[in-house]
């Protein structure tokens, strides 16, 4: 964990901030959040599930978070609220602000000239900005990263180190992209011409919304002829694949490994599990869930889980399964044939 | 989109290139491609699958490339030919060409001295050449681009922003190398000894042939003894993965987020779907077409279309099903036992 | 190939080294490794699988290393020992020795004036190095690779090009990291608040084991609290995410594009196989193998091998196995029926 030399804030201080009520000592200052299990004096847990009820119990943490159903779980000095683990984000937020941007361009970044970057932006060292790139007020473009020509970098966008944009594309307010990411890659467009695929020019941008956030060596790519578009308030993990044309509804969360096919449109409010696939031209309703591992290939138009893993299993099990899973359609026409046959004996005995 | 100010054509331009027949007005002038949904005066739409025959009829687009059986689609000035798809995307790059390198060395760029650079070659900022590497005429360095010793890359090399290619890799000509993309990092080669992992040193190359694209992150691994192999005119989604001593067939493309285990060989003109698996050492036909999340474990020796995704289903369903699958092989039995009992039956009967 | 100058080696100073027995001229000498299959005199290939006799008889190679067990699988000069495999890494690292590191900071790397680097250490070009980092002795940063403040890297520590390390992670000694790879980017912590996710500081670190290789593009997301820990000698391959707060144990093998959900502990000595996953918060015991594709859902407590892909099949045959999976359940329910139906007529009678 890092050892931060932040500021601690006492619980009354929190609650006037945040809400809920203090039950214990309101003056007992926090400094750090931690988890129940390694808590310290001078920092502060949450409770959100049942099942860690025996640790609130034994937590050597200074004060804890917890839901308002579950405000006897500790002695401790706590505050109980609606939503702990919200609260708790909020408050690791207070106690963790974000690095600010130190304004100015590094020596060692390459900008063009007809580059407009906001005096108070951070231009990180071994950075490069193409032409015409608008880089907004509070941005922080971290080492190693390439801004293509014409880029929109909107307000307080934060690019890590080694993020990559290509030219056109449009990156909205308090963005973070992070490391290894690259937005507008061309699109998977080929046409198939006597034997040899024929490249389609990626004339498309991509358009992504305020507060989205992109993991790591996630790849979101320019739209063919229109664009690309995240919505605002869109979560994307780690080591993720957009296909040209997709659209993604706003406040939709995706798990690392997903791949969102060509001209896809995921809905609203989604969450979608690791390393799932949506296929090309499919259209997901808002507020679908689809688990892990999943691939979609029909589009859904009804809120709820959706889900399309195989069950593991220890190998010699999953052996015998899958080569009966082989002959499933014939078993099907064997158990048909049983009730028919079965049918037949029971009218030839009445 | 990006809106260009590129060079207009007119349709009898068009055609006097790229053949095909012109109905209408064949002086009508054509500046940008779209699709038939938001095609403007001035583009050129294609139409392709008569899904949308009713978009024909109401685009606002300047003209229509279209196929020769579709040709009373529309009342617009059309281009109709024999491959619409293909003849769009010869008409989008008229409209579109690819942007030239600017011959020359970034000042920022870090070249080695026994590195042969051409002299219409861009190097761009920040970008880094090996010793003895050579980089062909016409090919174009992106910035941030690592190019290790030895590499070669051949006439008209694209590559992008921040690719890293590893020493003696062999690149062919027209190749592109999308951002993120990794040339011959060492391939997963361990030995066991006593409990711990022996590192094998990968001493092969990658070797790329002429026209092959690489989606951006996508790793190719060099080859553990021998070489990993890219053949002629293949295109490579994102995030692809490629173990070491692979060959990939010509002409094949591979969607994104796909995996090839060391040692297989996929053949030529295949089509391999997202998120796919092939295993190491498989052998894969040519003109082979496996679906997407499809985990391929024998070598095919047929063309033809192989599939092993799981059918996604709402979660209670799949969860009724899912539990009857890993019983699948008892239920096997007792319909066995039902077909035997029931003979005994009808037997008793007669 | 590479077609190295190294040193050559007689077969009597490999056994002097590595052990073994030499049959055959002990004064033959070898200076690089092949494949049975390609190899030419001068080279020394090996023979660990019975599969590979037939080339064994027939190999131009100068020499082979086999198992005691096939001492006479030629004539060739030939060394026989218990770990034909494990012997061939040793004698391939011995002819392919790694590159050393040429001290120094190239005039183009921007390193903080508080970074405390090794003399004999090697920063590339166009690499920076932040505040407070420390850099071991005889470690090689490769060009374009960006080190956070606060980073530390034991001793031998190898970045290849384009490495990225976040603020405050510690690296062991001797990793080697590929291109790419990403270590300490965010986790993916989120709560929901209100229809609007609200992100939650990741204070952890990712701290990394001794002996540790990762392959290119693979990410580690720093801890969420507490850190994500890999432990000595864990050898990752390409394309893999590791998400935040994930331990695996000490020399684990994970195959490329493998995801580990947040939470997870993977023991020691597991094999984890190509595009699995791994669900958040599961617990896998030491020495537990998981098939490529297959995807865990709950904690394992045995070792033994794990299995969950879907069998692939022709696509017809998959369709027709396909649609009676999606009905297995009712399928099972009609099996009861005719059970319950044929005891009764079995029943009757007697």
Redesign the interface.
């Known amino acids: 964990?890092?050892r931060?030399e932040s500021k601690s804030y006492t619980l009354r201080e929190i609650v006037e901030r945040f809400g809920g009520e203090v039950i214990g000592d309101s003056g007992t200052a926090v400094g750090?959040?931690?988890?129940l299990e390694?808590g310290q004096p001078g920092t502060i847990a949450f409770l959100a599930n049942e099942r860690y009820l025996p640790q609130a119990r034994t937590t050597r943490a200074g004060a804890v978070i917890l839901a308002a159903s579950m405000r006897d779980a500790t002695d401790l000095p706590r505050i109980a609220c609606d939503?702990p683990?919200?609260y708790?984000?909020?408050v690791?937020?207070l106690?963790?602000p974000?690095r600010q941007p130190v304004p100015g361009i590094?020596e060692?970044a390459?900008t063009d000239a007809t580059a407009r970057i906001a005096e108070d932006a951070e231009i990180?060292?071994?950075?490069?900005v193409g032409r015409n790139a608008r880089i907004g007020p509070g941005c922080a473009v971290?080492?190693?990263c390439?801004i293509?020509d014409n880029v929109v970098l909107g307000k307080g966008v934060l690019l890590?180190?080694?993020v990559?944009i290509?030219h056109?594309c449009v990156i909205g307010e308090r963005v973070?992209l992070?490391?290894?990411v690259?937005i507008g890659?061309?699109g998977?467009?080929?046409?198939?011409?006597e034997?040899?695929?024929?490249?389609?020019?990626q004339?498309?941008?991509v358009v992504i919304g305020d507060?989205v956030?992109v993991?790591?060596?996630t790849?979101i790519?320019r739209?063919a002829?229109?664009?690309t578009v995240i919505e605002e308030?869109v979560?994307l993990?780690?080591?993720i694949?957009i296909?040209h044309n997709v659209r993604v509804g706003a406040?939709t969360?995706i798990?690392?490994?997903a791949?969102i096919?060509g001209s896809a449109k995921v809905g609203r409010?989604c969450r979608i599990g690791?390393?799932s696939?949506i296929?090309g031209h499919i259209v997901i309703a808002d507020h679908v869930e689809i688990?892990?591992?999943?691939?979609?290939?029909k589009s859904i138009e009804k809120p709820?889980?959706?889900?399309?893993?195989?069950?593991?299993?220890?190998?010699r099990?999953?052996?015998?399964?899958?080569?009966?899973?082989?002959?499933?359609?014939e078993?099907?026409a064997?158990?048909r044939t049983?009730?028919r046959?079965?049918a037949a004996?029971?009218r030839?005995?009445s």
């Open positions: 964990m890092k931060s750090q959040v931690a988890t390694k939503n683990y919200a708790f984000a909020r690791s937020d106690l963790n974000p590094h060692t390459v990180g060292p071994l950075s490069a971290g080492p190693g390439m293509g890590h180190a080694n990559t290509y056109d973070i992070h490391s290894g690259i890659a061309d998977f467009g080929l046409a198939m011409g034997g040899e695929w024929i490249k389609i020019p004339i498309g941008r507060n956030e993991g790591a060596n790849t790519d739209g002829i229109d664009d308030g979560k993990d780690n080591q694949q296909a406040h969360a798990a690392a490994c791949g096919a409010h690791g390393a696939g296929a688990s892990a591992h999943t691939l979609i290939t709820g889980t959706y889900t399309g893993a195989y069950p593991f299993d220890a190998n099990e999953w052996r015998r399964n899958a080569a009966q899973l082989r002959r499933l359609d078993l099907a064997r158990v049983l009730e046959k079965l004996l029971e030839s005995k």
